[in-house]
């Protein structure tokens, strides 16, 4: 089918004006786009891929589309955006059932206003959806408290690729009933399925929140820092040690803490922290959050132009990986743009534009080694395909990828969801 | 003896794991034919025992080539049929499997051999002021591998959740005994989750040998509170408003009056006052002014929901003792009726009253004694019913009574089970759950981790007619 008759078969099902264009990357080339309005509409559109053997890209809002590699094929693209309203919300149970398309920024507020939080706090909220946050297992900036995305899906309704309308899991806290498959969904890239709703746990709403900042004397004196608030008796939402660049040149590192909860226990929380870390400026509340997303923004280096590296490890080999990583920083003689949360032991790493894709490549197989040889990993994101040549943004090697190809083809045997784009070219 | 496993495969399985890793005599056999759901009973051909991946790899890849089913086994204190054998088929147990291999204490994890006894990694943990958080009832016999198969839970994975939150790596034993090494620690999976979605797999994608867990720091402060209940009524809707107001303790656990009783009459005697309707059994944790302004807040509303005492542990002694209690809880049903049907059903934590009064009401329509000893923080209910296996009516009122139980539950948005798995026992009610091309969707997943489908055969998806599967709940004649 060439793109006119696609473009047509896609209008028939979501309406025409439904119908438009949106390239698969960055820097890639355009692609029919289809945007249904409801999951039988999804699954019109895939039964249609599955009978004309076309290659769909599923998306959401396309922020995290430069996480992936190339695809072999795409003819369009199927945006769960419209796909928009919770299915059921429960606050008195601390419950959030949600179509797939809505996004961070309007979930956010949805929930606030049943008095809880949602985890993941992730960058520009309203660039992204839910369905996109969880089909890239993207956590937040507060995983150090809440841990990785993957904890609170509670349950999915997807979309196979024959069109079939499944679930998983449920909408309840804690069930063990049948298989966990929106964990093995979790974290596809749009590689088994198309979510279209999720059910989510929802925390708390903090009573009072502290945003704690500190100028350590250098790096060592950071981690060191950082250390000891792992030893106090506080559970901080992220601690976070960054390092980013200005036009005049490498900036000094600066310790962040953020804190939140019941009332009593910040005020504890924050006093034991401030006596640990002496000098450090707190803000509160408003302020202290608008600091706490400005970080959070600023270190994710997610903008489309810029290409980054996410590194993690195990904590007691943060030290050593994050030395090395610098040094190939200082090597290439590259701008320092570095995030780390040192207790969750990650590392993100902006990496300058317009830089040739060969040496882009270079740095980012020199670094992956490093990780790999301190027991870590490293995934290149919003590299340009030109420096991904034969470079696999998420790993050189996967334990199970052969199980992971069986697990593909009996989910999709007719290989609707375009392939290539995954780790190990799932 | 089946025609899989003959005396040829019986020798050969010798030679791998030693004369004291293979059992084949009948009289020793008997030991393995059922698990905690003593209801179903089965002998299995023969019994295999590997002390490590390697023996338990060569094992496997035996049965397979000899097409023999094979049910994975812990201490077997599953409560859904999960480890009942199939007939003709192999267990392969993990008992011999127990060391601690690996502690660290710096980056907080242990590698441990899946036959590990549960508590034993908190007892080795506690020395370096870490524990493992996952805590089932029967945390004294249950294995670490045990609970990957089930996605196992316990009173305190209401704040820390259950097992799949906790492990960190796994070397799996595939079907045909070739071994899967997920034992690198990542902090997220590399490709797709198979971490994530083996456990809770109860057996079917194949047998965790090696297992890397996270440990948790133990707390400077932790408060243990009972607060002492006139109804049953009031504890429920303490719990619920506990919750709608966003308090995050660490346990919130339910017992009922039925079940003080035979508690306070037996070793697990725990100092429940027997006159009570209902004991609520609240801990929280954490820094001491967290610890102090969280109880404050959740004993007002205890209080304003009718809780006539509150006790507050003074010591460690005094913790261990109301725990104690609460652990040995279905032990002590012994002193009820010989035999104990514990359901595991989850309900939505605001209609944690209407189903607690709607479970017991089923059973006393059957003339059945109901016990009430829960989750309630997580909203994961275990109506028990005492009754006596060798009476055939008793056994058919209590079948019928967990199935209302499941129907009703799953109408009001609740789930089949919250920590004990599907495996025999609910396997019919599946489809109360989810629907047919859901439950293919799970076949299809299963076929790329088994195609042979002979890992733990027969269980927690109605593949056959729902008919024939209720068949497998009915006790031998």
Same mark, same amino acid.
């Given at each position: 089918?060439?793109?006119?008759s696609?473009?047509?078969?896609?209008?028939q099902i979501?309406?025409?004006?439904?119908?438009?264009?949106?390239?698969?990357?960055?820097?890639?080339?355009?692609?029919?786009?289809a945007?249904?309005a409801?999951?039988?509409?999804?699954?019109?559109?895939l039964?249609l891929?599955?009978r004309d053997?076309?290659?769909v890209?599923?998306?959401?809002?396309g922020s995290?589309?430069g996480?992936?590699g190339?695809?072999?094929?795409?003819?369009?693209?199927?945006?769960?955006?419209r796909l928009v309203?919770a299915?059921?919300?429960?606050?008195?149970?601390?419950?959030l059932?949600?179509?797939?398309?809505?996004?961070?920024?309007e979930?956010?507020?949805?929930?606030?206003?049943?008095?809880?939080r949602?985890t993941?706090?992730?960058a520009r909220?309203?660039?992204c959806?839910?369905?996109?946050?969880?089909?890239a297992g993207?956590s937040?900036?507060d995983?150090?408290?809440?841990?990785p995305?993957?904890?609170?899906?509670?349950?999915v309704?997807?979309?196979?690729?024959?069109g079939?309308?499944?679930?998983?899991?449920?909408?309840?806290?804690?069930?063990?009933?049948?298989?966990d498959l929106h964990?093995?969904?979790?974290?596809?890239?749009?590689?088994?399925?198309?979510l279209?709703?999720?059910?989510l746990?929802?925390?708390?709403?903090?009573?009072?929140?502290?945003w704690?900042?500190? #100028?350590? %004397?250098?790096?060592?004196?950071?981690l060191?820092? +950082?250390?000891? /608030?792992? @030893?106090?008796? &506080? !559970?901080?939402?992220?601690?976070?040690?960054?390092?980013l660049?200005?036009?005049?040149?490498d900036?000094?590192?600066?310790?962040h803490?953020?804190?939140?909860g019941k009332?009593a226990?910040?005020?504890?929380?924050l006093?034991?922290?401030c006596? #640990?870390? %002496?000098?450090a400026?707190?803000q509160?509340?408003? +302020?202290?959050? /608008?600091? @706490?997303?400005? &970080? !959070?923004?600023?270190?994710?280096?997610?903008?489309?132009?810029?290409?980054?590296?996410a590194?993690?490890?195990?904590?007691?080999q943060l030290s050593?990986?994050l030395?090395?990583?610098?040094a190939?920083?200082g090597?290439?003689?590259w701008?320092?743009?570095?995030?780390v949360?040192?207790?969750?032991?990650?590392?993100?790493?902006g990496?300058?534009?317009h830089v040739?894709?060969?040496?882009l490549r270079?740095?980012?197989?020199?670094?992956?080694?490093?990780a790999?040889?301190h027991?870590?990993s490293?995934?290149?994101?919003?590299?340009?395909?030109?420096?991904l040549?034969g470079?696999?943004?998420f790993?050189?090697?996967?334990?199970?990828?052969?199980?992971?190809?069986?697990?593909?083809?009996q989910?999709?045997?007719?290989?609707?969801?375009a392939?290539?784009r995954?780790?190990?070219?799932? | 003896?089946?025609?899989?496993?003959d005396?040829a495969?019986?020798?050969?399985?010798?030679?791998?794991?030693?004369?004291?890793?293979?059992?084949?005599?009948?009289?020793?056999?008997l030991?393995?034919e059922?698990?905690?759901?003593?209801?179903?009973?089965?002998?299995?051909?023969c019994v295999?025992?590997p002390r490590?991946?390697?023996?338990?790899?060569?094992?496997?890849?035996?049965?397979?080539r000899a097409?023999?089913?094979?049910?994975?086994?812990g201490?077997?204190?599953?409560?859904?049929?999960?480890a009942?054998?199939v007939?003709?088929?192999?267990?392969?147990?993990?008992?011999r499997?127990?060391?601690?291999?690996?502690?660290?204490?710096?980056n907080?994890?242990?590698?441990v051999?899946?036959?590990?006894v549960?508590?034993?990694?908190?007892?080795?943990?506690e020395q370096?002021?870490l524990?493992?958080?996952?805590d089932?009832?029967?945390?004294?016999?249950?294995t670490?591998?045990?609970?990957?198969?089930?996605?196992?839970g316990g009173?305190h994975c209401?704040?820390?959740?259950?097992?799949?939150?906790?492990?960190?790596?796994?070397?799996?034993v595939?079907?045909?005994?070739?071994?899967l090494?997920?034992?690198?620690?990542?902090?997220d999976?590399?490709?797709?989750?198979?971490l994530?979605l083996?456990?809770?797999?109860e057996?079917?994608?194949?047998?965790?040998?090696?297992i890397?867990?996270?440990?948790?720091?133990?707390?400077?402060?932790?408060?243990?509170?009972?607060?002492i209940?006139?109804d049953?009524?009031?504890?429920c809707d303490?719990?619920?408003?506990?919750?709608a107001a966003?308090h995050?303790?660490?346990a919130?656990e339910?017992?009922?009056?039925?079940?003080?009783?035979?508690?306070?009459?037996s070793?697990?005697a725990?100092?429940?006052?027997?006159d009570?309707?209902?004991v609520?059994?609240?801990?929280?944790e954490?820094s001491?002014?967290?610890?102090?302004?969280?109880?404050?807040e959740i004993?007002?509303?205890?209080?304003?929901?009718?809780?006539?005492?509150?006790?507050?542990?003074?010591?460690?002694?005094e913790?261990?003792?109301?725990?104690?209690?609460r652990?040995?809880?279905?032990?002590?049903?012994?002193?009820?009726?010989?035999?104990l049907?514990?359901?595991?059903?989850v309900?939505?934590?605001t209609?944690?009253?209407e189903?607690?009064?709607?479970?017991?009401?089923i059973?006393?329509?059957?003339?059945?004694?109901?016990?009430?000893?829960?989750?309630?923080?997580?909203?994961?209910?275990?109506?028990?019913?005492?009754?006596d296996?060798r009476?055939?009516?008793e056994?058919?009122?209590?079948?019928?009574?967990?199935?209302?139980?499941?129907?009703?539950?799953?109408?009001?948005?609740?789930?089949l089970?919250?920590?004990?798995?599907?495996g025999l026992e609910?396997?019919?009610a599946?489809?109360?759950?989810?629907?047919e091309?859901?439950?293919?969707?799970?076949?299809a997943v299963?076929?790329?981790w088994?195609?042979?489908?002979r890992?733990?055969?027969?269980?927690?998806?109605?593949?056959?007619a729902?008919?024939?599967?209720?068949?497998?709940?009915?006790p031998k004649?």
């Amino acid at each position: 089918m060439n793109t006119t008759s696609v473009n047509a078969a896609l209008a028939q099902i979501v309406g025409a004006a439904h119908v438009s264009a949106q390239r698969a990357r960055f820097d890639a080339p355009e692609a029919p786009l289809a945007c249904p309005a409801s999951v039988g509409e999804v699954s019109e559109l895939l039964k249609l891929a599955a009978r004309d053997s076309l290659r769909v890209v599923p998306i959401g809002l396309g922020s995290k589309l430069g996480w992936c590699g190339a695809a072999e094929r795409v003819d369009f693209l199927l945006s769960t955006r419209r796909l928009v309203g919770a299915v059921s919300h429960e606050p008195a149970d601390g419950t959030l059932a949600v179509r797939a398309g809505e996004s961070m920024a309007e979930l956010n507020e949805r929930v606030s206003r049943g008095g809880h939080r949602l985890t993941p706090d992730v960058a520009r909220p309203a660039s992204c959806t839910i369905g996109g946050v969880v089909a890239a297992g993207q956590s937040g900036i507060d995983r150090l408290r809440f841990g990785p995305v993957r904890h609170h899906v509670l349950g999915v309704e997807a979309v196979l690729g024959d069109g079939t309308i499944t679930r998983s899991g449920g909408r309840l806290v804690k069930n063990v009933t049948g298989f966990d498959l929106h964990r093995l969904y979790t974290g596809s890239h749009g590689t088994l399925c198309v979510l279209t709703e999720i059910a989510l746990r929802l925390f708390p709403a903090p009573e009072r929140e502290a945003w704690i900042t500190l #100028s350590p %004397r250098d790096l060592a004196h950071g981690l060191e820092l +950082a250390r000891a /608030a792992r @030893a106090l008796p &506080l !559970r901080a939402v992220s601690i976070t040690l960054a390092s980013l660049a200005t036009p005049a040149g490498d900036a000094p590192w600066s310790l962040h803490a953020r804190l939140f909860g019941k009332r009593a226990a910040v005020e504890a929380e924050l006093a034991a922290l401030c006596a #640990s870390w %002496r000098g450090a400026q707190v803000q509160e509340d408003v +302020a202290a959050r /608008a600091s @706490a997303d400005a &970080l !959070r923004d600023a270190t994710s280096f997610s903008e489309s132009s810029q290409a980054s590296l996410a590194l993690a490890c195990e904590p007691a080999q943060l030290s050593k990986l994050l030395s090395d990583v610098l040094a190939l920083l200082g090597e290439a003689t590259w701008p320092r743009h570095v995030a780390v949360q040192p207790l969750e032991a990650r590392i993100d790493l902006g990496l300058p534009p317009h830089v040739a894709p060969a040496l882009l490549r270079d740095f980012a197989r020199r670094a992956r080694a490093v990780a790999t040889r301190h027991g870590g990993s490293a995934h290149v994101r919003n590299a340009p395909l030109e420096a991904l040549n034969g470079l696999d943004p998420f790993a050189d090697e996967l334990p199970g990828l052969e199980l992971m190809r069986e697990l593909r083809s009996q989910l999709d045997p007719r290989g609707v969801f375009a392939r290539g784009r995954f780790a190990g070219g799932l | 003896m089946t025609p899989g496993v003959d005396a040829a495969l019986l020798a050969q399985l010798r030679a791998v794991t030693g004369e004291a890793g293979l059992i084949s005599d009948p009289t020793r056999l008997l030991s393995y034919e059922c698990d905690g759901l003593a209801l179903l009973q089965q002998r299995p051909a023969c019994v295999v025992l590997p002390r490590t991946t390697d023996e338990c790899a060569r094992a496997v890849a035996l049965l397979h080539r000899a097409g023999v089913p094979i049910v994975g086994r812990g201490a077997g204190t599953g409560l859904s049929g999960g480890a009942t054998p199939v007939e003709g088929g192999a267990i392969v147990g993990l008992a011999r499997m127990r060391e601690i291999l690996a502690l660290d204490v710096e980056n907080r994890t242990a590698r441990v051999q899946a036959g590990l006894v549960n508590v034993d990694l908190s007892f080795a943990a506690e020395q370096h002021g870490l524990f493992y958080a996952p805590d089932p009832s029967s945390q004294h016999a249950c294995t670490i591998g045990g609970n990957i198969g089930e996605n196992s839970g316990g009173p305190h994975c209401f704040k820390y959740g259950s097992t799949n939150r906790h492990v960190l790596g796994l070397t799996i034993v595939r079907h045909d005994g070739s071994v899967l090494d997920l034992s690198r620690v990542q902090l997220d999976p590399l490709g797709y989750d198979l971490l994530g979605l083996f456990v809770g797999s109860e057996g079917m994608f194949g047998i965790a040998t090696e297992i890397v867990v996270q440990l948790m720091p133990i707390q400077p402060v932790v408060e243990t509170v009972l607060a002492i209940f006139k109804d049953l009524d009031g504890a429920c809707d303490s719990v619920s408003d506990v919750i709608a107001a966003g308090h995050e303790p660490v346990a919130l656990e339910i017992l009922d009056r039925l079940t003080i009783e035979a508690v306070e009459a037996s070793i697990f005697a725990a100092g429940y006052p027997k006159d009570a309707e209902a004991v609520l059994l609240i801990e929280c944790e954490g820094s001491e002014a967290e610890v102090a302004s969280s109880l404050d807040e959740i004993l007002a509303v205890v209080r304003r929901r009718g809780a006539i005492d509150v006790r507050r542990a003074r010591n460690a002694h005094e913790r261990k003792k109301l725990w104690a209690g609460r652990k040995g809880a279905f032990g002590a049903m012994g002193r009820i009726a010989p035999d104990l049907y514990v359901a595991d059903v989850v309900v939505p934590r605001t209609k944690l009253r209407e189903l607690v009064l709607g479970t017991t009401r089923i059973a006393h329509e059957r003339g059945l004694k109901l016990s009430n000893v829960f989750h309630a923080g997580d909203g994961n209910l275990h109506p028990n019913i005492s009754y006596d296996r060798r009476n055939p009516d008793e056994v058919r009122r209590v079948l019928e009574a967990g199935d209302e139980i499941m129907e009703l539950v799953v109408k009001a948005g609740g789930s089949l089970t919250g920590e004990h798995g599907v495996g025999l026992e609910k396997q019919a009610a599946m489809t109360q759950v989810f629907d047919e091309p859901s439950l293919r969707t799970m076949c299809a997943v299963r076929d790329a981790w088994d195609p042979q489908r002979r890992m733990n055969p027969g269980k927690l998806i109605p593949v056959h007619a729902c008919r024939e599967m209720r068949g497998a709940l009915r006790p031998k004649a």
